[in-house]
């Protein structure tokens, strides 16, 4: 399973990953939240580890934790994606039925989402037809993005995906239909239905819209939480824009799903939008990941709003967020209200990638909107609006950039004094939480643990490099009960001799053979955390560290040979005396050889 489903490929469906050098990629995790990027993957040894949060393993373990499954369940996903049909022991294939409970749910929203596609050219979706020809999209652009329609019936749904082979209870579960009186009863019923995909592509929830005048119900209706389905984990198009938001390292928040088919129609294939809730902090970590969000990478986040009072207050909500983004973020406003959709219609395609183009930065907006409320001409209305926006200026990180928008302030105010406007700034409420905080460093590990860990990661990713060698090692030439245990484990797997050149191969041995979790801990994280050796180098680097744990060794065997030697009497005990300063001297006779070798003079 694992040989068809290559981990960079699948772990790329979740996240941006960039080379990071020596066959490794780099991202940022998607299991904690992060600033930089400490999330790595070795395709050579399908591995993946976090230096982060110490999540790891191989790419069924990955699936299992970034879908919440089960062991069976992340193998049957795999090979659903590599379109392998399973077949148990016992013999026959794995009815459909026995499947895990999110496979089926999968497989019931696809079964529903092409059941509304085809109900979409039937007479009576009419109104759907004509609401989309209005809005400027083309039966074309309706199959792009899987738009269909829901029959105004009670059970039209219900009785396609039951007559399938799915049951009633999975069909509420998924939130595909409620519970009736006499059975299950559809969800959407005489209604435009787009279908909301994850970023591998997958259905896992509609969005309703509202076209007939006796539908009682709220213009745009969602799939309610579900096992597949979390309105504040979902953005409407990720599927389709999450590789033109990594190349183009932008990603424009929209607020419908028509207002996401006009950006990519109008040339902004980076458009997106929330489902049914406001933009906030999980969503933050959804585009972070495809964005390579990180000081070192620099970026957009554009949010269009509304040009109205709504419109501005929304913006001003995510002025609340926008430092969760490492990267820039903007707003575009259209002055005359209209949104994407509106704005494609009246005056075309250029017209939406011109209100991009013409984003503002978010901290102005923030800024500006807020002074904008007070009358300007007056002292008293000028202390006003200062003293409104000193917050805002005072909760920027960046130093820099905090001191320049307290000029701007200055010269939009009409102050021209930007000492007293820096001292109103520096006296706000909460100002010191808007100041960066150091982070705490990280204790400095030993030199001793520090070559140890070179030496094992060595051996778990280049074990040809050190062979016999390594293995005639005695394990108390490690000083840390980890290093102890996961030599134990490359001595339990059969040691270095044969392992040829390691690989995937080896590295599942010695997961085979390390049943403590710390050690298959280890064994995850060496399988993907470089050595500090460049290729051309290896081999001497690898002789190199092997002398250096040696030579640790034997000095701390002289030390012990030195303490005794001082507690012993050479006129009382002369044997003994001679015995352990000949051994003295043949511990150092050692180590005069090992650190030749270690820096590479023999």
Known sequence: ????????????????????????????????????????????????????????????????????????????????RAGIQLQYEQGGYVPRRDHGERARLIEAHRAAAEFYVGKLMSPE?????????????????????????????????????????????????????????????????????????????????????????SDDGPKYLNTPDSPLYKKSQVLYGIDLAKREISKRAQAVIVEGYTDVMACHLAGVPTAVATCGTSFGEEHIKILRRFLFDQAEFRGEVIFTFDGDAAGQKAALRAFADE????????????????????????????????LIASREPLFQFAIRSTIARYDLRSNEGKIAALDAAAPIVASIKDVGLRKRYAIDLDRWLGFMDERFVMQRIAEAPGVQQGRRRSAPQAAPLD????????????????????????????????????????HKVITAAGGLAGAAHGGREWVDRLLEHAYEEGSRVLVTRFAVEPFQADAEVEQRYATGILARVETMAVDRAIAQAKSRLQRINPVDDDQEHRRLFGELLALEKQRKVLLERATGNQ
Request: with cysteine.
């Open 1 to 80: 399973m694992r040989e068809r489903s290559p981990i960079a490929e699948v772990i790329g469906e979740h996240i941006q990953l960039r080379n990071a050098g020596g066959g490794n990629l780099k991202g940022l995790c998607p299991f904690h939240d992060e600033k930089s990027p400490s999330f790595n993957v070795t395709p050579e040894r399908g591995m993946f580890y976090c230096f982060g949060c110490s999540e790891g393993g191989d790419v069924i373990t990955f699936v299992e934790k970034i879908e919440h499954l089960s062991f069976g369940e992340a193998v049957e996903r795999l090979a659903q």
């Open 125 to 213: 979706a009419a109104p759907g037809r004509r609401f989309l020809s209005e809005r400027g999209f083309e039966r074309a652009d309706a199959e792009t993005f899987g738009v269909g329609y829901a029959p105004n019936e009670w059970e039209a749904l219900a009785r396609h995906l039951m007559a399938r082979g799915f049951s009633a209870d999975e069909l509420v579960k998924g939130g595909l239909a409620k519970e009736g009186r006499r059975g299950p009863i559809d969800r959407f019923r005489g209604r435009l239905i787009w279908p909301i995909r994850d970023a591998t592509g997958d259905v896992i929830g509609f969005g309703a819209r509202k076209l007939l005048d």
């Open 323 to 354: 430092q969760k983004f490492v990267t820039q973020t903007y707003v575009a406003v259209q002055g005359d209200g209209l949104d994407p959709c509106d704005l494609r219609v009246k005056q075309g395609d250029a017209a939406v990638r011109d």
């Open 447 to 486: 030199p001793s643990v520090r070559v140890e860990r070179e030496l094992l990661k060595l051996a778990v990713q280049r074990p040809a490099l050190l062979g016999p060698s390594f293995d005639a090692l005695d394990p108390q030439a490690f000083t840390t009960p980890d290093h102890i245990a996961l």
